[in-house]
């Protein structure tokens, strides 16, 4: 009950939003129906989390053997909770932007939700790939209509980009099809699916693609940092903060399990690819100029080291993934706030054209550097505690036998994210201000509330954060114990 | 739970509550509320700190644990707090020296306006919060905690003044350099939940102690010099010790708290938590007395040249830090301990003297503008002289006792190391003591204003100044030597429960020297401290050293042009780099395959186009064909 | 009557309108021979229908009448077909003065 209603509130009240003629009422209708879904999300977090509230399953193309069925395991219910908490924070903090048919605007915002709801719910392959596709339509138009002066270009390179990995995931998943027992497209069967040994390591690419271009890892990065550049900030916000999770969730849902054998024994060059693009991101991130720019290479940066622990394959790295998620999520997205709020004052993102905002607006400084502090992961802040798992599990990793020589060079992305982001504040907030910022004002209070809340988990989550990590526990034993490839092997 | 150590907590509870009251209510309190609060909170923890002392000193040693910090597959990591001889023995000078360090911040910050005066107070009790959790935390990661908090809060600090874009730019270069450590600090964390699965210091450190943890000997070599490298960037060693000069950046007392006193001491304090590893690694003990020693003599050198009141100061910690990590190297680990603390209140002293100075002159720095001080400002003067007398290590003040017992233990392992060690002492006592006499001594060399604004300062400040002398006179009493008097070291009683008693070789100290020789090195080192002492004080009184410096001293004044190599040979490159990666592989190489594979299909279909002539006919011919074709093939190849 | 002779005869018009269609550049030929193709399979689906119809019937009873109805459908669509058709090249005479195909050529634009 709880993972439909996840996805038929934003859906139904999405549908209806189109026809809303006043653009205060489209607003607040879509307030209303995300803090609807936060509700219901917090539900089944709470009180109604047995199993029988969790899932559902009914008939959707029987024929095919494909059946609507979705449920929530512990990584669902995180991304499904960020996915709930990010939209009630993202139109809180975007109340003031001004949208032309600002109706459509939330419309296709809320899809994208039941969209993005779907793809981390879904339990069946097609609806898997069906939801995928859902979740980019409405983001194309967001971007399309609503993005920056380079928009069109852009977001047709990102269009078609994501869809080039969404067919070959397709055509994976109709092969995978055709060799389940039951044939059948649900997760279960998939599972189970008996590949021949030869087909997996070219499966294993087709489906490494898909995710990759998503997530995105190098060298299948060049759409993002555009991007995100010119997409509508909230959309931005929606891009950054999620969707990259569904390439995530789709490497530890759909990819490992599915080719255990093949992920163990390509684990070393996804890996490498991995921590190139780390070290890579983080040193152009280190020269850019343009805020958004920066924190998409950083979002590369991060993003890398996930999939680097996917790939090490031990419990801990799991666990750490899935609160890094989360956390990620909720600080990419508090730095984007950021940037909007300085964009809509300044209409510029240029830091060199900034500087000393720090006197003009504190409350605003402040926020900001909490924010970046946990973008680097300091101590009790919440991504700490997601870097330090997926950290320890890549070093404690058995799959490889680079364990120590990776850690140490995703490790050098430490540092880099301390050199980038601390040059950002400085250049942003410090020093004396310019005729520029000499006009500034300070944050207004439904910006407050969200970076409150924003600010509030992460402390939360750096701090306390074994609530989270208990949801982990048990699917990541679950993935595991599929993905044991010592034990595949010797089957 | 039921030990009264549980109530541990309260230490840094109350300045994380001070951090609070004072950052959420820096707009609407009044600034002596908030210096009320801001002291109030570390005096709390004061006392609290001395009754733990006590109950530590009665024997009660505890580890309190809270709750499961994080607890991920079998990685069990507590919020846990361990009490012990070490961790107590730190309270006491963190939360002593830090309380009055924030009376005199009172005073010394109150032309700042409301807003950052609160804002100021806020850092330092945050601060004093990590520090607590630094020294108290019942294992590696809680420690980390504080490890990167401190530096945080060194970070803001330093930057506390946001509209000098230098002061930022030191600010971020301290933040960065102490995170290239804790990197190390991370991997040697990390390396020892692989190999032991637990960060616990209650786990960990019994068990190697046993020969039971699992960890073979290049395992330790390995964690202890990943440890160590993590204490060269907290503790300003070579290759990491940069950003503490540039750190004075800061306000006054934050250098006397952070980056003297307490903060840069966290290097040593870990590796004093961990001397059950360290000692099983002799190559590192090795590695650690070469480094300090050299850190040691090299920050000497160039303190000789200085001219910034704040910076000959800032030189002569690392160059003590230095001193204190040779210590460790030679394994005489309480010799350390002890220099902490008497460094902690000489060092601060001599800080907040110069705040005072700074103070009085309005904001000079330079010593070549200052002289004669001495009949202007007499409390200072006094306190900074007792200070300088100390770090110099004039017998019956603190600084001998302990830097008497780091060059013994020098002593035992190499006489080299014992003769670069005194050398560099003597060049401590010569840097100082030019610093006092150009400062104090002589006539004014300041603008006629200054003179006429040359005040002593008022009681806020002048009272900690009188408190952190009569420490560093007495405070080295806790520790005379064995061939002094026998059973008077009580800190190496209280002590020696968390020190581990190797018996093998050079790492202990005490003990195999005979007491002739001792009173042979100490005279030795004692008379000629004094003759350098009496020969800085005339020559800098009588002709101050304002000249510009050539040669030689030119290389000294520029600190031997360290911080350009840095730049040349990391950060331009780096830079370098990142304009070579955006400019010439993202945009041409990687986006371009991408763009390219657009433009290939655009292409094609350009050429592709030109077969559609627009002629119905041919379209139908087309079609025929094709037609005949297809039939061709069912008809031919169909079986 | 064998049925090749119906083949033979519908394969020779429809070959007619093929070449007809290809080679004319009128409108109005090529309209025709487009009609004669239809023709053609017009009467090979009549012929069959009427050749075969016993042999359908064992499987199902109204065998036969599908071919015819067929034509019929065809009818109805050519019909159609002729008075768009022809209301195309009536308009097209009128904006080109000519009922030459080959000035048709604008699809390539």
Known sequence: MIAVLLILIPLLTGLAAFFFRNEKAARSWALFSSVLTLAVSILGLTVLKQAKYLSHQCEWMQGLGSSFSVGLDGMGQILCLLTAVSYPIIFLSTWHSNYKKANNFFALMLLAQAGLMGVFLAMDALLFYFFWELALIPVYFLCSQWGGERRI??????????????????????????HT??????????????????????????????????????PLHTWQPDAYEQSPTATTMVLSGIMVKMGVLGLLRWLLPVLPIASYSYGDTVSRLAIIGMIYASIIAIRQDDIKRLIAYSSIAHIGLMCLTIFSENKIGFQ???????????????LWIMVELIERQFGTRKMSELGGLAQKAPAMVIFFVIISLANIALPLTNAFVGEFLMFTGVFTSTVTKYNILFTVLAGLCIILAAVYTLNMIRKIFFGEANTLTATATDLRLNEKIALGAIVALIIWMGVYPKPMLDLTNEISDSILKITDVQHLLKK | ???????????????????????????????????????????????????????????????????????????????????????????????????????????????????????????LNLFVFSMLLLVMGGNYVIMFIGWEGVGLCSYLLIGFWFKKPEYNKAANKAFIMNRIGDLAFLIAVFWLIWKTGSVSYDTILPAVKEGTSGLNNTDILVITLLLFVGATGKSAQIPLYTWLPDAMAGPTPVSALIHAATMVTAGIYMIVRSNVLYSLSPVTLNVIAIVGLATALLAATIALKQ??????????????????????????????????????????????????????MGGEQDIRKMGGLAKYMKITNITFLIGCLAIAGIPGLSGFFSKDEILAGAFMKSPILYGIGLFTALLTAFYMFRLYATTFKGSFRGTHEQEHHLHESPAAITFPLIVLAILSIVGGYVGVPEFIMHGAHSLNDFLAPVIVSVDHGAAHAAGHLSH????????????????????????????????????????????????????????????????????????????????????????SSRQLRLLQSGQVGSYVLLMVISMLLIFALQFFLRK | MPINYYIILSIALFCIGIVGVLTRRNAIIIFMCIELMLNAVNLLLVAFSKMHHLAGKAVLETAGTDGQLFVFFIMVVAAAEVSVGLAIIVMMYRNIHSVDVNFLNRLKH
């Open chain 1, 153 to 178: 270009q852009v977001t047709f390179k990102f269009f078609i980009y994501t869809f080039v990995g969404s067919v070959l995931m397709l055509i994976g998943i109709l092969f995978v099809y055709t």
């Open chain 1, 181 to 218: 027992a039951d044939h059948s497209f649900a997760i279960g069967s998939f599972y189970k699916a008996n590949l021949p040994l030869g087909s997996q390591h070219w499966l294993f690419w087709l489906f490494f693609v898909a995710f990759a271009i998503k997530m995105p890892i190098f």
């Open chain 1, 320 to 334: 750490g993934v899935m609160v890094q998620m989360f956390n990620h999520g909720v600080n990419i997205i508090g």
């Open chain 2, 1 to 123: 739970m039921n030990n009264v150590l549980h109530l541990a907590y309260l230490v840094p509870l109350f300045p994380l509550l001070g951090f609070l009251i004072n950052g959420l209510g820096r707009k609407s309190m009044s600034k002596s509320l908030i210096g009320i609060v801001g002291s109030g909170a570390i005096l709390a923890s004061f006392i609290v700190s001395v009754w733990i002392f006590m109950q530590v000193k009665g024997g009660n040693t505890f580890t309190a644990e809270y709750f499961n910090f994080i607890s991920a597959d079998k990685l069990t990591i507590p919020f846990a707090f361990k009490i012990d001889q070490l961790s107590s023995l730190f309270l006491l000078i963190i939360t002593g020296v830090g309380f009055l360090i924030h009376v005199y911040s009172t005073s010394y910050m109150h032309e700042e306006k409301r807003e950052h005066f609160g804002r100021y107070f806020a850092y």
């Open chain 2, 307 to 360: 001219n910034d009141i704040k910076k000959v100061l800032a030189y002569s910690t690392v160059s003590q830090l230095g001193y204190m990590f040779l210590a460790l190297g030679t394994g005489s680990y309480i010799a350390a301990v002890f220099h902490v603390m008497t460094h902690a209140f000489f060092k601060a002293l001599l800080f907040l003297g110069s705040g005072s100075v700074i103070h009085a």
């Open chain 2, 516 to 603: 002739s020789e001792e009173w042979m090195l100490t005279g030795i080192s004692t008379a000629l401290i004094v003759i350098v002492v009496v020969f800085a004080w005339t020559r800098f009184s009588k002709k101050p050293d304002t000249a510009e410096p050539t040669g030689f001293g030119k290389i000294l004044a520029n600190k031997w042009y360290v911080d350009e190599f840095y730049d040349a040979a990391v950060v331009r490159p780096l830079n370098k780099l990142g304009d070579f990666l955006d400019n010439m592989l993202e945009k041409p190489v990687i986006d371009g395959l991408v763009n390219g594979v657009g433009k290939l299909v655009n292409y």
